[in-house]
Nanobody
Framework: QVQLVESGGGLVQAGGSLRLSCAAS????????MGWYRQAPGKQRELVAT???????NYADSVKGRFTISRDNAKNTWYLQMNSLKPEDTAVYYC??????????????WGQGTQVTVSS
């Protein structure tokens, strides 16, 4: 079974940095794209950043220039480097992957979520 395990969340002061990681395991043939989403209390889940296996990236306007998504295809692992954190970045962050398995050619999987709290 496919599993996504993420880590790296925590409590930081405004202006600080955190690095989130997500590792996918299981019967994976390939990963089409990897990403990070977040959900703040009382708000809808929103896209933060995505990256394809080829390295093309996409960022939400609110994090552009502060966050960087990267990946290690060989390890089925991807990261979110978060710099210059703001209190409004506080949310539960979820990693995501669209991947190919024996039974699916393109399906989204999600990590368990990790809390990021930015204090002012």
């Amino acid at each position: 079974q496919v599993q996504l395990v993420e880590s790296g969340g925590g409590l930081v002061q405004a202006g600080g940095s955190l690095r989130l990681s997500c590792a996918a395991s299981g019967s994976i043939f390939s990963i089409n794209a990897m990403g990070w989403y977040r959900q703040a209390p009382g708000k809808q889940r929103e896209l933060v950043a995505t990256i394809t296996s080829g390295g093309s990236t996409n960022y939400a306007d609110s994090v552009k220039g502060r966050f960087t998504i990267s990946r290690d295809n060989a390890k089925n692992t991807w990261y979110l480097q978060m710099n210059s954190l703001k209190p409004e970045d506080t949310a539960v962050y979820y990693c995501n992957a669209n991947l190919v398995t024996w039974l699916t050619i393109g399906h989204d999987y999600w990590g368990q979520g990790t809390q990021v709290t930015v204090s002012s």
